[in-house]
């Protein structure tokens, strides 16, 4: 049974570890302590099929104005299934995070997932800033 939880009990921490920092293109490297402090401090989805984890997302938000989502990932075994769409859908309609006046997120290759739920490209990326510092792993 396919399940979708905010219950940070459930979440396999080894397991999120392992794929950001062996199989992401976005977090290789991060150590267990980096990844720890981003859930405790994240709204987090674990996505289930019988109680074993296969996909993980978290989302940092202030709940009234502006959310980010990030670390969103399916484990290989399970792509290519939709498991995607449906950990999406649970972040865009959770109760906590609707009527937020802007949502964010970086992909190098998922557009077409995200903008089946209305993200595009910034309307005005000249408007955007950032600060990038090496990651302390």
């Not at 910034?122 to 302390?136: C, F, G, T, V």
Request: charged share 25%; glycine share 8%; proline share 1%.
């Amino acid at each position: 049974m396919l399940q979708v939880s905010t219950d940070k009990t459930k979440l396999d921490i080894k397991l999120i570890h392992d794929y950001l920092s062996k199989e992401s293109y976005w977090a290789v490297g991060r150590n267990i302590e980096v990844v720890q402090r981003s859930i405790e401090n994240s709204l987090c989805f674990g996505l289930y099929i019988d109680n074993k984890q296969i996909g993980f997302a978290r989302v940092v938000t202030d709940y009234a104005v502006f959310a980010w989502i990030m670390d969103v990932f399916i484990l290989k075994d399970y792509q290519g299934n939709g498991y995607g769409k449906k950990l999406m859908h649970a972040i865009m309609t959770h109760e906590k995070l609707q009527n937020l006046q802007r949502w964010g997120l970086g992909t190098d290759d998922a557009h077409g997932l995200y903008e089946q739920f209305g993200f595009k490209p910034l309307e005005k990326p000249q408007n955007m800033m950032e600060i990038k510092r090496r990651a302390e792993n």
